[in-house]
């Protein structure tokens, strides 16, 4: 029901199947304090009288499909996540682009010259993922202890203690936005989140608008 904007800890999480960064969202509900020594969330599948999921009328099939087999075969620790997330990347990245490419080749075989008009290099996609803005010294200095003492720390329980400390400086500086406006520097993550780093801000961000949306801007990996 609460996604986000709210800071409130539950025990367990029940959630439909979404996109793998959704699900990653999801799991900061639960024993986000630390109170408790595990916390569970359990996700499944609704679907409709004729078996069709309702996730994929909210985020699309492809990335339902990908989540699914991201997720197949089991349980999953916290430590899993940085894993999870890049490999769903990949997989997002790698269907777009072949989808494109046949549709691309269909339409030179059939002479749809109007179609291949159309063509851009970075596709549209539903899903959003976070991104800390390197905005300031300050915004460097919160990065650089968010590496030291949550992403290379090996003991959860310390990671989530460490992640506590500094999580609403950490915050002040994360946006979400969609994962088309990331593709220029979204090879560089640590643990869940994506990095803008300061000497490329001017290039991504601006102070009043947030992330620029120019087309022109982005990078085909």
Same mark, same amino acid.
């Given at each position: 029901?609460?996604? +986000?904007?709210? $800071?409130?800890?539950?025990?367990?999480?029940?959630?439909?199947? +979404?996109?793998?960064? /959704?699900?990653?969202? +999801?799991?900061?509900?639960?024993?986000?304090?630390?109170?408790?020594?595990?916390?569970?969330? *359990?996700?499944?599948?609704?679907?409709?009288?004729?078996?069709? @999921?309702? =996730?994929? *009328?909210?985020?699309?099939?492809? *990335?339902?499909?990908? =989540?699914?087999?991201?997720?197949?075969?089991?349980?999953?620790?916290?430590?899993?996540?940085?894993?999870?997330?890049?490999?769903?990347?990949?997989?997002?990245?790698?269907?777009?682009?072949?989808?494109? /490419?046949?549709?691309?080749?269909?339409?030179?075989?059939?002479?749809?010259?109007?179609k291949l008009d159309t063509f851009k290099l970075i596709?549209?996609?539903?899903?959003?993922? $976070?991104?800390?803005?390197?905005?300031?010294?300050? =915004?460097?200095?919160?990065?650089?202890?968010?590496?030291?003492?949550?992403?290379?720390?090996?003991?959860?329980?310390?990671?989530?203690?460490?992640?506590?400390?500094?999580?609403? +400086?950490?915050?002040?500086?994360?946006?979400?936005?969609?994962?088309? /406006?990331?593709?220029?520097?979204?090879? $560089?993550?640590?643990?869940?989140?994506?990095? @803008?780093?300061?000497?490329?801000?001017? $290039?991504?961000?601006?102070?009043?608008?947030?992330?620029?949306?120019?087309?022109?801007?982005?990078?085909?990996?």
């Amino acid at each position: 029901v609460i996604e +986000a904007g709210v $800071d409130i800890d539950f025990d367990r999480v029940y959630r439909d199947i +979404a996109p793998v960064d /959704s699900i990653i969202q +999801a799991c900061g509900r639960c024993n986000r304090n630390s109170e408790r020594g595990k916390g569970l969330v *359990h996700v499944f599948q609704l679907t409709d009288e004729r078996g069709n @999921l309702f =996730a994929s *009328h909210i985020y699309g099939g492809i *990335h339902i499909d990908i =989540a699914n087999r991201v997720f197949e075969g089991g349980t999953f620790e916290e430590k899993d996540f940085p894993d999870l997330f890049q490999r769903y990347l990949r997989e997002v990245r790698n269907k777009i682009s072949q989808d494109r /490419s046949r549709e691309i080749w269909q339409s030179i075989q059939n002479l749809n010259f109007e179609k291949l008009d159309t063509f851009k290099l970075i596709m549209d996609l539903p899903n959003y993922v $976070d991104v800390f803005v390197e905005i300031d010294e300050k =915004a460097s200095r919160i990065w650089e202890r968010y590496e030291r003492e949550v992403v290379e720390e090996k003991d959860l329980r310390i990671k989530k203690m460490n992640y506590l400390k500094i999580r609403r +400086a950490f915050r002040e500086y994360v946006v979400s936005v969609p994962i088309k /406006s990331v593709k220029g520097f979204i090879e $560089d993550t640590k643990g869940n989140m994506v990095r @803008l780093r300061r000497e490329r801000v001017n $290039d991504y961000y601006n102070e009043e608008t947030g992330m620029k949306r120019d087309e022109s801007s982005w990078i085909m990996l």
